[in-house]
């Protein structure tokens, strides 16, 4: 969901805003010879960037964009996998680093966790999701199952109700596919599935010619919903090229493991061997 808004709003938005001097200087560096990056997604399930203090993250994807051949690969990390957090005794779920020292936390941890050098971080929040599905004229997905769900104290309030099938989402409803996560029969493993089918139906739809004129009217979403201390010079170039990567130059992967019961509490437990192996194909250049 968060790569969505970052290969589209940061490619199509991002580019409105450079181009209209809102962002700072064009000239700012923009001849730096690096063609990458590598930054850890994090979406929050709150109504705006001010009501993020002290929340978990919802989702979490470790995504590397190589501008050279207009390619990204991510790394899908479930919420409740098993890790240390610096500065916290005992175990505890990686959606909790957040929580416990905001996207600073988020990032040492997944780069102690995976081992890799890693800096950046690009904050989002679902409101700007309802609103870009909105402006694309919803997102065609093929709903796995029913989904019913209701959370009165959830922020905002939560009511699920999706019949299974293939059916075009309006942004309220994408919401709700997108935060559907108890009714999985492998758990948040089945959840990731669900988000990485929703985002290439969601760059499909907003790459179209009729779509592209319409994101830079996001501007406003784009700086209340979306935190990232990534450099204006590196989103200088990858807003120059980030309109030309598709579906096909897109490789979702998801950290490998299963799921268990720990003092009556659900975590997931990584393989290491396995994570390791990934890491090393994914992302070579990072390791430390």
């Given amino acids: 969901m968060s790569l969505i808004l970052f ?16 962002g700072g200087s064009k000239d700012e560096n923009v001849s730096d010879s690096k063609n990458e990056i590598l930054f850890l997604l994090l979406g929050i399930d709150a109504q705006d960037s001010e009501n993020e203090k002290g929340a978990r993250t919802d989702t ?27 500065g916290r005794s005992g175990i505890s779920k990686i959606n909790a680093a957040h929580a416990y020292g905001g996207p600073e936390l988020a990032v040492k941890t997944v780069k102690e966790l995976l081992g890799l050098n890693l800096d950046y971080y690009v904050k989002v929040d679902y409101t700007i999701v309802e609103e870009a599905v909105d402006k694309i004229g919803g997102v065609e997905v093929d709903v796995p199952q029913d989904m019913y769900y209701e959370d009165p104290t959830a922020d905002p309030p939560l009511v699920i109700d999706l019949k299974e099938g293939k059916q075009v989402l309006d ?89 268990k019961w720990i003092n009556r509490v659900s975590y997931f437990i990584y393989n290491k061997t396995e994570m390791d192996a990934m890491v090393r194909e994914l992302f070579s250049e990072y390791i430390y």
């Fill in 7 to 22: 290969i589209v709003a940061y490619g199509i938005i991002g580019h409105f805003i450079l181009d209209n001097g809102l």
């Fill in 60 to 86: 979490m994807m470790l995504v590397k964009v190589d501008l050279s051949n207009e390619s990204v690969n991510v790394l899908s990390i479930p919420r409740d996998t098993k890790v240390n957090i610096d």
């Fill in 171 to 259: 942004g309220q409803k994408s919401l709700q596919f997108l935060r559907f996560r108890k009714g999985y029969k492998d758990a948040d493993l089945g959840r990731i599935r669900a988000q990485q089918q929703f985002i290439k139906a969601f760059i499909e739809q907003a790459l179209r010619p009729k779509n592209l004129v319409k994101l830079p009217t996001m501007v406003p979403s784009y700086y209340r919903n979306v935190d990232t201390n990534i450099p204006m010079s590196s989103l200088t170039k990858m807003a120059l090229k980030a309109r030309k990567i598709n579906t096909d130059n897109i490789t979702l992967n998801t950290l490998p493991g299963d799921g």
